[in-house]
């Protein structure tokens, strides 16, 4: 059975299309890195200018909190970048849309939603098939 036959449209077309959307996805992350790594150096200029002591300073601790939430956030979208480059890759070879616990199609709407999905529900909800 061709990989692409029941969970990735028929044909180039189909396959350029779900490029498009990987791409689209890689392009929304990367701004939203952009975004943050903003976000971040200005906590950390905001931080330079004042004589922050996070134990005694009142205000401290909120600020260590928003360093610690958006390199957090960072960190998420830049796994997420990965993923959307890993399934950019399965694309490539073939295989995207095939679940990597079971070998099942992942179903269509759960690839529009999470188009670097790597498993099936079932799967990724640890329940058997």
Same mark, same amino acid.
């Given at each position: 059975?061709?990989?692409?036959?029941?969970?990735?449209?028929?044909?180039?077309?189909?396959?350029?299309?779900?490029?498009?959307?990987?791409?689209?996805?890689?392009?929304?992350?990367?701004?939203?890195?952009?975004?943050?790594?903003?976000?971040?150096?200005?906590?950390?200029?905001?931080?330079?200018?004042?004589?922050?002591?996070?134990?005694?300073?009142?205000?401290?601790?909120?600020?260590?909190f928003?360093?610690?939430?958006?390199?957090?956030?960072?960190?998420?979208? $830049?796994?997420?970048?990965?993923?959307?480059? $890993?399934?950019?890759?399965?694309? $490539?070879?073939?295989?995207?849309?095939?679940c990597?616990?079971?070998?099942?199609?992942?179903?269509?709407?759960?690839?529009?939603?999470?188009?670097?999905?790597?498993?099936?529900?079932?799967?990724?909800?640890?329940?058997?098939?």
């Amino acid at each position: 059975m061709n990989a692409f036959s029941s969970h990735v449209p028929a044909g180039a077309d189909g396959r350029a299309a779900v490029r498009e959307r990987l791409l689209a996805e890689r392009g929304g992350t990367e701004a939203r890195i952009s975004a943050l790594l903003g976000d971040f150096d200005g906590i950390v200029e905001a931080n330079a200018l004042v004589a922050v002591d996070d134990e005694h300073d009142p205000e401290g601790a909120s600020t260590a909190f928003e360093r610690a939430h958006v390199a957090s956030l960072l960190a998420q979208a $830049r796994s997420h970048l990965g993923e959307v480059d $890993r399934a950019l890759e399965r694309l $490539r070879r073939g295989d995207y849309g095939r679940c990597e616990g079971c070998g099942e199609p992942i179903p269509p709407g759960r690839l529009e939603v999470r188009p670097a999905a790597t498993t099936c529900v079932s799967c990724a909800a640890g329940a058997p098939h």
